[in-house]
């Protein structure tokens, strides 16, 4: 069955310093990926998805990227972090023609 | 647009009494519907989803939902709480390759 890791748990960042989360999965190949955002209070954000090693759709424009330069590796990123970056990050895939996305544990980022 | 609305923000209940939790939705065609749960600071778990199969579809822990066409509704109900099951529970559309999230809700469960 798949596996979702996300490193690291947690982190508190200040603001202005980069940021790189990563997100691997097991037991799938070429799944489709996805980057979740949860602020506190609010529901689940969708901010960039993947359907292969370098195709990234991002769907708000905001002060993050995302790459996929593996097929079982996405990886979220920031130049510089803002306060409103704070959050709690999933990764979630989907696996062939089926709709059903699976989540990761997710990442707890405090940006101060 | 597909989108889904949870009614109640929170929903309290005793352990032992069963549980309702509201989810109406919005699509022009036949959607692929879930419930996800989540505990404090993990991920969310897959609980159940609708297709087309079958109108009520049985879910883990206990949990089932009954897709109602003619009330656009999705709820999800158990006959029992646990402690255990408190938590926050997402009404989801699926949208293309997409995923539409409810604003959630949270359910306390007292003993």
């Known amino acids: 069955s798949q596996t979702i890791h996300q490193w690291p748990a947690t982190l508190v960042q200040p603001v202005g310093s980069p940021l790189s989360l990563e997100c691997t999965v097991e037991g799938t190949s070429n799944p489709n990926l996805y980057w979740y955002r949860q602020a506190a209070g609010r529901g689940l954000q969708l901010l960039f998805y993947s359907v292969g090693i370098g195709q990234i759709s991002s769907e708000v424009p905001q002060n993050l990227s995302a790459s996929r330069p593996q097929d079982r590796q996405f990886i979220l990123s920031s130049k510089k972090l803002l306060l409103s970056d704070s959050g709690f990050y999933l990764c979630?895939?989907?696996?062939?023609?089926?709709?059903?996305?699976?989540f990761g544990p997710g990442t707890r980022l405090t940006v101060l | 647009a597909q989108s889904v609305t949870q009614l109640d923000s929170h929903v309290s209940v005793s352990e032992g009494t069963p549980v309702l939790l509201r989810c109406n939705y919005s699509s022009s065609y036949s959607p692929s519907l879930f419930w996800y749960v989540q505990h404090p600071n993990k991920g969310l778990q897959l609980l159940l989803k609708?297709?087309?199969?079958?109108?009520l579809v049985k879910g883990i822990n206990g949990f089932e939902a009954e897709f109602k066409k003619s009330e656009t509704s999705f709820h999800l109900t158990k006959p029992s709480a646990h402690m255990s099951d408190a938590a926050e529970y997402f009404c989801v559309v699926s949208v293309t390759d997409k995923l539409i999230f409810g604003t959630g809700t949270r359910l306390q469960v007292f003993p």
């Open positions: 609708y297709t087309s199969a079958a109108t």
């Open positions: 979630a895939l989907r696996q062939g023609a089926t709709d059903t996305q699976y």
